[in-house]
Structures are given as C-alpha cells and as structure tokens.
C-alpha cells in the first residue's frame, strides 16, 4: 500500500507544482524574458519522443482495426463454418486455408474474424472501466481535496485500503460476487480498482495547486469556498489525472483479459473478446499454440502502447525530466 500511494502522492506533488507554476523557461536555454505555456512545452517534448510516437502509432491503428472490423471481418464469428474439420479426439482445428488466413479455432469459427472482433469488445470494456473509475475517483477527490478535515481523513482512508489490495486480486473478488458474469461485471469489477488511483491523484494535485498565488489571491477577495474549488482548484487539477488515464486503460485491458481469462467474463463467447478466447485455448497450448498467441500478443502490444503514451505524457509534464 505504501509504495503505490507514495508513488501516486509523488507525481500529484509534480503534477500540481507543474500546473501552479503556470509558465517554464524555454527549454532550448533562451534565459528569461520569454515563457512558454507547460501544455506547449510538453507538446513540442512529446512530438521529439520517438516512444510516444511508437505508442500513439499503436493506438491508433487498433483503434481504426476496432472501429473498421465489422467490415474488415470475413466472415461471422459466432458461425461454425469449419465445424467438419475439427476432431476433438486428435485436437486438430481448421488450418491457414484460403478464405481463412489465420484458420479456425477449436469450434470451426473463423479465428481472424474473431480477433478483428475482439478488438471491439476489449478496447470497449477498458475505455468504459476507465471511465466509469475515472469518474468515481474525481468525485472522491473532489470531496476530499475541497473539504479536507474529517472527510479527507475518511475518504483517503478507504482508498488507502483498496489500494492495499493488488489490483488484479480485488478485481477478481469484486468480479466474483455477480451471481451472472456479463461483460457488465467485467466493467464494473475494473472500474472499482481504478477509483481509489484517480481519488488520491486528484485530492493530492488539489492540495498541491490549493497553494498556488492565484487561488491564495481568490481567497483574500473573500471568493466563496464552491467557486474557487470548481472555477479554479478543479479545471487545473484534472490534467495530471486525464494524462494518467492513458495509464490506467492499458491496466484495465490487463485486468479486464484476465478476468474473461479466469472465466469471470461473459459466458456467451459468440461475442469474441481476447480475454475470452485466450482461456478458451487452454486446452490446446501444446498443440495448437496460435490459439492463445493471437489474443495474447495483441493484448502485450494494445497495453504496451497505451503505456507508451501515458509514461512519454507524464515525462513530458514533469520538470525534473527535461529532455
């Protein structure tokens, strides 16, 4: 619990320093005269960066496969075109053939069509999880930034002890109280782990610029309480939280697979989801190891890249790592 919420507590006291400092020197050693704005600095950083490059290129392609796979699919995923090819005695599957690129699974579906998409559906439970905790956790940080007191004390208590919990552990018990497992609980069960990271994000970044001339100056006019949290504390503490967003989506694509992985997921796998189709390939690692290399590798690279951009935005945002 110590180490992730001294490592949250640490890039909120970044972030909010960054954002109650306003303007920074200009990077290229110019001395002083001229300033230049924290979010233009870090874009000119940010488009230097061959990892966010990297990054942003992986997105968006599985993004475009994602949106686009309805019609790049060549077949219909839940058809068992292939069903006279399968022998479950031997564990033989459909071949690479023509019309089947990548082949059939171990039920005769067209696996390609299956992987365009499954796309849809991971990409679509990490965005919905991460906008569901990011939301929750702005209203907890909110509460606890703005009032402070005894309502601080209790919230950061809570987070303190979700954060206690690995991630994947209290997603996986979160996930097993659903009498039904729908891609509903797979959302919700990813959604409350984020929470209690955005929650003491925000609250700790609010601290931060609470401090900053412009706040200190609203208060001695005698601006009221509710106007400087929400005109002028809030809409400058939600960047360091946005950009940690990217982070957390590539973590709840990690959690969210491995909760269709443990069968936590939906339980009608004519939806494909990679997740699913991963653990629905246990069975045949030995012999027929494509089966879970596709969804496996393709969940890597989709985290890998969301990861990539989250970490080049949160550097390029940080003071002390200038490049």
Known sequence: MASRATKIDDLAA?????VAGGLEPDDTGSSGAEGQSLAKSALRRLRRNPLFLVGITIIGLFVLLAVLAPWLAPHDPAIRLLDDQVSNANNEIPPSQPGHPLGGDQYGRDLLSRMLLGSQQ??????????????GGTILGTLAGAFGGWVDTVVMRVVDVMLSIPSLLLAVSIGALFAQQTQFSVILAVAIVQIPIFAR????????????DHVLAARALGVKRGAIVFRHILPNSLGPVIVQSTLV???????????????????DDSIPEWGQMLGNAQDYFDTQPHLAFWPAACIVV???GFTLVGESMREALDPRQRR
Do not use: N
């Open 14 to 18: 970044t972030a909010g320093g960054s």
């Open 122 to 135: 991971t990409l679509l439970v990490a965005l919905l999880a991460t906008i569901i905790g990011l939301g």
């Open 201 to 212: 994000l925000l609250r700790g970044t609010m601290l931060s610029v609470r401090q900053s």
């Open 249 to 267: 989506l590539a973590i709840a694509i990690l959690d969210a697979a491995a909760l269709s992985f443990l069968g936590l997921g939906a339980a």
């Open 302 to 304: 989709v985290a890998l």
